[in-house]
C-alpha cells in the first residue's frame, strides 16, 4: 500500500469516528440519553443480520452488501448532522445538505474507495435493489423500535402522535411481512405503555 493511500485510509477512519458524536433525537432503552449515530448504525446492521434469515425473498438479498449500505448509510450525517424524520423544517434541504457533506467525506478517501462508498451511500437512498429497500426497511424499524423501547420520549417531546409515525413505519411494513408482524408488536406495546402520550 502507498503511503498516500494509508494516510488517507487512516485520515478517513480518524474521520469516521466523529460519528459517534453525531446525537440523535431518539432515546436510548430507559430514555437516560439520546442515541448517537454509531449506536444506531450498530444496532441497524443487528437487525439486518437477525431478519435477513427470516425474510420471504432472503435469496434476493445479498447480506453483505446490505451489511455494506448500512455501516455508510449515515456517515454524510458528520458533516450534515442528523435530520430528524418528524421535522419538516429540517426535511426541507436535507438532499442537498447530504449531497455537499457526500463530497467532502468520501472526496477524503482514496478514489476508488471514495466512489465505492458514494455509490453503496447512493444505493441505499434510491431505495431500488433488494439489498436497499432492506436496508433502508432495517433503517426505519430500528428508529421506530428505539423511540418504542425508550418509551416514547422522543416522541412526546416533540408532538410526534401515533398516525405521524406511519410515514416511517409503511415503508418496512411494505418490504416483508417480517417487519410488518415486528411492528405490529411495537406498536401494541406503544400502545399499553401510552407511548405517545
Known amino acids: ?27 436510548v432503552t430507559g430514555g437516560e440519553r439520546r442515541e448517537n449515530d454509531a449506536e444506531h448504525t450498530w444496532h441497524m446492521a443487528l437487525v439486518a443480520l437477525l431478519l435477513h434469515g427470516e425474510i420471504e425473498n432472503r435469496a434476493d438479498v445479498d447480506l453483505g452488501k446490505a451489511l455494506s449500505m448500512i455501516l455508510v448509510h449515515d456517515l454524510v450525517e ?15 434541504g436535507q438532499d442537498e445538505r447530504e449531497q455537499a457533506a457526500a463530497d467532502k467525506i468520501f472526496g477524503t478517501l482514496p478514489e476508488d ?11 441505499f437512498e434510491a431505495r431500488q435493489t433488494p439489498e436497499a429497500r432492506f436496508a433502508k ?14 418509551g416514547g420520549r422522543a416522541w412526546r417531546e416533540n408532538g410526534v402522535g401515533k398516525e405521524d409515525t406511519r410515514r416511517r413505519t409503511d415503508f418496512p411494513r411494505g418490504v416483508d411481512p417480517v417487519f410488518d408482524a415486528l411492528i405490529t408488536r411495537l406498536y401494541e406495546r406503544t400502545d399499553r405503555e401510552g407511548s405517545f402520550g
Do not use: H, P
Not at 79 to 88: F, I, L
Not at 137 to 150: E, H
Open 113 to 123: 474507495l471514495g466512489k465505492r462508498f458514494r455509490a453503496l451511500w447512493e444505493e
Open 78 to 92: 458528520i458533516e450534515a448532522g442528523d435530520t430528524y424524520a418528524y421535522d419538516d423544517a429540517a426535511i426541507e
Open 1 to 27: 500500500m502507498a503511503g498516500d493511500r494509508a494516510q488517507q485510509i487512516l485520515d478517513f477512519l480518524e474521520l469516521a469516528d466523529r460519528f459517534k458524536f453525531v446525537e440523535r433525537r431518539g432515546y
Open 137 to 150: 426497511a432495517c433503517d426505519n424499524f430500528q428508529g421506530f423500535m428505539q423511540n418504542a423501547i425508550s
